[in-house]
């Protein structure tokens, strides 16, 4: 439609009588300033950033949540959310900035968003494999459908032994370690790997070689390790006339302290993805300083005992091995050739030792045989080889070497404890291959043990063989083995939780 031109005069007209218009007057003068201050705020008040818990936990942006078990099939994921960046000169155009090496601003803005897009990368594949593995847990076989040139696990040992093959294949594909430079030998980097704490100094350093699962690119990594020894912690700050520990606690505040001031990745996760290992029964007290910075991230422990802590859905319970001589001794006597049926030896050490040695230890019962100190010339190895059921009570600590020692031995470990979580108790089924005895129950031993049939014993025993592979420590780590299951409990942890990125330079 044309418009005349006695139109377009109508309308110049109405045009000017409105910004001539007094109320549009006053509009301005309201409304202006309010832009213009609203403009200096936003330009004034720093960017938003994530700051460390040390110095403000209330400024903490966490991006990661519990899920439930990855075997029983039930968990959610979040979305992703984008990375924030720092903001850039205004004056400078972003492809200059992104040219100018020497603006430091830029050079952090370029590595979060490398690092936010590693990340997201990895979180994908974290959710795919989590998908396969729910996928595996529906499968209710014995043995998994999976192809392996060395091992297929099957049998009542697993709980869902194509859950576990599928978990553990995913591992291997996927998981990474990132092992924190800082810290400096021997309470640092290193470990004792001949005592009854070599779980703790063996798996340090294995992981310290970098042979397997180690990264030195933090940002592929899944899990960031704290390479302190507890042991050597208490070797080396223990005041023991004093009965002082306050030293250990402080050297691992200090430790937080250095690595989320230096890197981001603690921060991000407030240490959700980082984990910290000890076979010493002090390891939950090296933690116990700082619960409120280790409430989220990963304990391996061997004192995995709920009563004081421990938290199955976050934390890792792996097996006190005691390997005097750097060696494990492998194998026993046949079923048939095993004259005992239950053998304890060992001094008084907690309340649980306390009320077994004072129920059988001068029964003379050539069935029931419990020491606190062996005869002169009578070998605890072969004691242990020729016994049936060997009786693994926990002492002050709820772990005890007799369990693995148990099962080096081929004799069915009879567990006698309270609120103790076994090693890798979440793939095996203790129930298959072992026996646990309330505490209550320590004068019923005998009875319990007779009423398990002949048949029954033959299967269980069997099963000790199996469940052998892995806890058995190698020289060079073989699949399966206690190194490898190690893995894959702090795997399965960081399967349960998911990370975001929210831009920590």
Known sequence: MMISPHNDKAQHRHTSSFWSSPSLNLSLILVIPSVVLLVLVSTLVPY???????????????????????????????????AETDKLDPNMSFSDALLDKDIDNVTSTTRVVKRSSKLKMVEAYMARARSFIKEAARVRNLTSIHHDPDYVPHGPIYRNANAFHRSYLEMEKLFKIYVYQEGEPPMFHNGPCKSIYSS????????????????QDPDEALVYFLPFSVAMLVRYLYESESLKTDA???????????????????????????????????????????????????????????????????????PEINLLKGEADIGGLPPSRRSILAFFAGHLHGYIRY????????????????????????????????????????????????IVEAIYAECVPVLISDGYVAPFSDVLNWKSFSVQIAVKDIPNIKEILMGISQRQYLRMQRRVKQVQRHFVVNPT?????????????????????HIQDFGVP
């Open 355 to 402: 009320l077994l040695l004072n129920e059988w230890k001068d029964k003379n019962d050539p069935d029931v045989q419990v020491y606190d100190q062996l005869p002169k010339g009578v070998s605890y190895m072969s004691k242990l080889k020729n016994s049936r059921f060997c009786l693994c009570p926990s002492g002050y600590e709820v772990a005890s070497p007799r």
């Open 477 to 497: 780590p073989k699949r399966y083995d206690v190194f490898h299951m190690i893995n894959h409990s702090i795997w399965l942890r960081r399967l349960n939780v």
């Open 200 to 215: 703790e100094g063996r798996f340090i350093h294995e992981v310290e070689k970098g042979k397997l699962y180690t990264t």
């Open 248 to 318: 250990i606690g402080r050297i691992v505040i200090d430790y937080i302290h250095v690595i989320s001031g230096k890197y981001p990745y603690w921060n991000r996760s407030v240490g959700a993805d980082h984990f910290m290992l000890s076979c010493h029964d002090w390891g939950p007290l090296a933690s116990s300083y700082v619960p409120h910075l280790f409430n989220k991230s990963i304990r391996v422990l061997c004192n995995a005992n709920t009563s004081e802590g421990f938290n199955p859905a976050k934390d890792a319970s792996f």
């Open 48 to 82: 938003p950033s994530t700051f460390s818990p040390l110095s403000s936990p209330w400024k903490w942006r966490y991006g990661g949540h519990w899920y439930s078990s990855i075997f029983n099939g039930s968990s959610t994921d979040s979305p992703f959310m984008e």
